[in-house]
């Protein structure tokens, strides 16, 4: 092999995973940078959040690079190469990141005049409600009052399928339990569940998940993005454990009742809504090599996890 | 009643319904009263180690197909009581029906055709011919 192949190989190698050639500063940062985000932080789920958002910051503000330096202001104060620098409308990157920062302003808009803004029941018409159980709005109220929030509305889905998940409509936010989870897991196991929602609540999952999607929109020519959106999801997902671990004072119920789930050895009809936040994934991917694009980590790696946690 | 994913090669029930989904029905029909999850989880534990969750998502899964009906029942937690839309013969000529209503429709002429030949060369077998117009009769 001689050296020219190697090189042009090494070009298409960056150009698949941070977009056109750059100078080879930035592409190291930004590889080196997400590398650590997933292995330093292995147990800090905030600092690996904070470090993949700060990712997607530094590809955005790489990307408009161009328009800064032709605005005078250098942000990244490396030289950015003739072909972003004078030659703004042939620069493909800058090009694509302006469609896609466009498409997320628009997806941003359509977000907070949809669903956002109407009742549930005009929310979600596939879905029917009944009167959630004074039990089941007493611990949602009670458990939102531990983790010091504004307590959500309460809501049973009239659905067998067994799950839980969090929906913001009309301005508030509800957690919606499904019969068949009532049914299926013990009391405590549901209140485990319920917490979980509570602390993606208080953690403020669903303005950070949203951020991170629009970054990924932003950013969708850049194909890291489409590795850190997910791994932003399950940081917060691990995050949503522990912190329910804290409002219900113990790992053991959360833990049983994930295994229940992962027991279901058939795939449960979907009911709950693309943009809400699920307990755990319906639909795990059946390839480990495909997990790393799920935005809800491996059960079995949540459950280790709080075995790890209750041992501590 | 929607019945997808029919499987020619299986026999019995498992020809319209998954391996677990036939092991339920059959559970119901065998049960005098509407039964709920945990009830039936404590059925099928006995004989093969399932969830609770498999069966509840089993159930919610026959319900969508219109197969079983359930009733929310508030007492003691909601929960659904389970309880069958068919007997056993009636589903398995909804099973016919379904199939020979999807022959017909698609290879009119052919099955029709068919039908006759089969009924004819039965007719020289008159035990044979009886025992299909026995099935054959509305109950």
Partial sequence: MNSLFLHSYFIMLTWFLVGPPRPILVTGALLLSSLAALLVFKHSFRARTVALLGIFGLMLVESIQPVLVWLGLELIPVHVGWWSTFHLFVDANLLLTLIGTVAAFCAAVYIQFGRVRMDLATAFPQMSFVNPTLELSESVTRLAKVAGIKPPEAVLVDSGSPTAFTVKTNGRYAIAVTIGLLESLERDEVEACIAHEIAHLKNNDFTLRLTATLSKVALFARPLSYFIEPAVYRAREFLADKTAVLITGGADALVSALSKLQECSVIPEVIAPTDAICVCSLRPSKRAALRIFDKHPDLEKRISMLRRMKME | ?139
Avoid: C
Avoid at chain 2, 76 to 88: L, N, Q, V
Avoid at chain 2, 99 to 127: C, E, P, W
């Fill in chain 2, 1 to 139: 009643m929607k019945l997808a994913n029919l499987r020619p090669h299986q026999r019995d029930l498992k020809f319209a319904l998954g391996d677990l989904e036939a092991i339920v029905l059959r559970e119901l029909w065998e049960s005098k009263t509407p039964l709920s999850v945990k009830e039936f989880h404590v059925q099928i534990a006995r004989t093969r180690p399932v969830a609770v969750t498999t069966v509840a998502t089993i159930l919610d899964r026959l319900y969508r197909k219109g197969i079983v009906q359930r009733k929310l029942v508030r007492e003691g937690g909601p929960h659904y009581e389970y309880s069958a839309k068919f007997t056993e013969d009636q589903f398995k000529h909804e099973i016919v029906d379904n199939v020979m209503g999807t022959l017909l429709h698609s290879f009119n002429d052919i099955t029709v055709a068919y039908l006759a030949d089969k009924m004819s060369n039965d007719r020289k077998n008159d035990t044979q011919l009886s025992k299909y117009l026995d099935r054959l009769r509305p109950k």
